[in-house]
């Protein structure tokens, strides 16, 4: 509100120095032409769509556009007098907003990494590169179970709550979901109208705290759940085990994020902070949670049900796969979440110390379901910083089927990366309930952002197979990632890590998976410890 205030201000500044211009020395039509330059720009910004920063801090904006143009020339300023300080590089937000405000990603000058840095990676291209597909392959979420398969995206939309995001940006995202033909998750915060009006694909996420399908007591709900998932846009459902940026612990929205209307959504009291159990109160052993995700299935008439988890210990997974065996049941499909994931409310502690990389959370996944048969019946999906083409190959060489992408998308539709998510005050109305600060968010500008940064970055890890020797996913291996592990060596993946054949654990499982996979029960997440 403090915005039109003060452009309401300048306009009887303007009005006031004109009657002083009218009647005093030229010296006041200097400042007329100045106030009335200041009020022009002040009611353009305002009243244009394209740039939240403007539409909510009117004329001041402008100054984050003047240093962000002046921003390699000062860098460059401390690099020749020895000041500390990073050259500009072409690093993942430049990639992100280039593509989504539609610009060609093809730069001047040389890598931005130092390529002769231990623990760099790359992808071994061919001497004689394929000729890409017409259209980007897609991967069927299905297994022997579901009825309903679904055709999924190389790169969708990661789980961000209703809640955590504003209203306009969910909207946003969803109606660039549409127009491109990717999934979009819902987050844990429950399945909204927001999520619907905008007619793309869903991916309905459940939580601990049970949102929008919980009882008065915060249990699991059928009825609800089955209402809601039989809505033609929910096309899968993710069952939220653990998150990267906070496994551990539930899910978090501060007390200043809890409107009314994000309360009556959820089941929860407003302007309390919401906190979502750290575990599910429907289930409790491996057993438990496949008979639960069976369950789920048949609620949502056939439609693809699966899990997202953070790994921390290979046992656990280990447990879930001696558990599917048993029960002869399975999901359709997991989501592996990297502990380099993010979020808008954790502890540091958290962030910085708990969960595995998605590289070796997704490698341990893809293992274990190789090794006990189950593989080719469970797809896998890989979310943790995943912003461009070659993040897209790199998951899909280790294992992953297809990505979700979070930060990524947010930025598509404006976040500048402020950092106050938490307190409701985000400049560009990506991350706030506060409606004055969303408004500045145009939904018909941003869907568009989103679905030109998504299809930009599907269509570059396209040309990245295809540049490598493979038509498609099911072409690539580890032997085409390599990594320097010292200064003279460099290894492919094939050659860093162990590779499980089918069926190999329940056949002989190598020494080094041994201990694990006798440490784990169907029965129990806890371990079994031997005398």
Known sequence: MFRFFAIGFIAIAVV????????????WWIVLALLGAVLSIGIYD?????????????????????????????????????????????????????????????????TEHDIEDVGYEYLVHSTVPVPEPAEPPRVLIGGPDCTKPYSMSLLNVSAMSFGALSANAIRALNKGAEMGGFAHDTGEGGL???????????????????????????????????????????????????????????????????????????????HQKCVSPAAHSAFATPRDLIRFIAQLRELAAGKPVGFKLCVGSRIDVLAICKAMIAEGAAPDFIIVDGAEGGTAAAPLEYEDNVGLPLTDGLMTVHNALVGVGLRDQIKIG?????????????????????????????????????QRCHTNKCPVGVTTQDPKRARALDVADKSIRTRDFQQGTVRQAVQIMASIGAA????????????????????????????????????????????????????????????
Not at 205 to 213: A, K, L, V
Request: net charge positive; proline share 6%; charged share 20%.
């Open 16 to 27: 006031v120095v004109g009657v002083a211009a009218a009647i005093g020395s030229w010296a």
């Open 382 to 418: 890989a979310s943790g910083k995943v912003a461009s083409g070659t993040d897209i190959v790199k998951r899909l060489i280790q294992g992953a089927d297809y990505t979700n992408a979070a930060r990524a998308m947010m930025m598509a539709v404006g976040c500048i990366q402020a």
């Open 46 to 110: 305002l009243t244009q769509r394209r740039h939240a920063v403007l539409r909510n801090y009117p004329v001041l904006g402008h100054m984050r556009f003047l240093l962000e143009s002046v921003r390699p020339e000062l860098q460059q300023y401390f690099i020749e007098r020895n000041i500390e300080g990073r050259p500009y590089n072409r690093d993942r937000r430049t990639i992100i907003y280039e593509r989504a405000k539609g610009i060609h990603a093809e730069m001047s000058f040389g």
């Open 192 to 270: 909204t109208p927001y999520h619907l009006d905008g007619g793309g694909d869903l991916v309905w996420e459940i939580g601990s705290g049970y949102f929008g399908t919980r009882t008065r007591t915060g249990e699991f709900d059928p009825a609800q759940f089955a209402d809601k998932a039989a809505h033609d846009h929910v096309r899968c459902v993710s069952l939220k085990l653990s998150q990267g940026a906070k496994p551990g612990i539930g899910g978090v929205l501060p007390a200043a994020k809890v409107s009314g209307e994000i309360a009556r959504y959820r089941g929860v009291p407003a």
């Open 472 to 531: 498609g996913p099911g072409d690539l291996g580890p032997h085409l990632l390599r990594k320097k592990i010292s200064p003279t060596v460099q290894q492919s993946y094939a050659e860093l890590y162990e590779w499980l054949r089918p069926g190999q654990l329940l056949a002989e499982p190598p020494a080094t998976w041994a201990g694990d996979w006798a440490a784990a029960s169907p029965d129990s997440f806890r371990p079994i410890i031997s005398a």
